[in-house]
């Protein structure tokens, strides 16, 4: 079974930093690209950031040179660094996990809540 956990969120000021954590079981974590994605009230899930197994990234303009995304596979786990944070950037967080070969594996965490309030 499947599972992608995340952690880290929580409580932050305008101009702050954070680090979230998502530690996966029940796949061959290398092998998967892993993203991490945000969904604010009332809007779409948006992508924030993906790290592909060969460790190349990319990221939404609105994070770029704030965030930064990185994996350990020894330890199954993407992170996310965020600094600079702006109340724009309060939304629940996701972990993606995702494979394309010749079928498509996709999983998803349950989200963590990143809220950026003075």
């Known amino acids: 079974q499947v599972h992608l956990v995340e952690s880290g969120g929580g409580l932050v000021q305008p101009g702050g930093s954070l680090r979230l954590s998502c530690a996966a079981s029940?796949?061959?974590?290398?092998?998967?690209?892993m993203g991490w994605y945000r969904q604010a009230p009332g809007k779409q899930r948006e992508l924030v950031a993906t790290i592909t197994s060969g460790g190349s990234t990319n990221y939404a303009d609105s994070v770029k040179g704030r965030f930064t995304i990185s994996r350990d596979n020894a330890k199954n786990t993407v992170y996310l660094q965020m600094n600079s944070l702006k109340p724009e950037d309060t939304a629940v967080y996701y972990c993606n996990a995702a494979l394309v070969g010749s079928s498509v594996y996709d999983y998803w965490g349950q989200g963590t809540q990143v809220t950026v309030s003075s």
């Open positions: 029940g796949i061959r974590f290398r092998l998967y690209a």
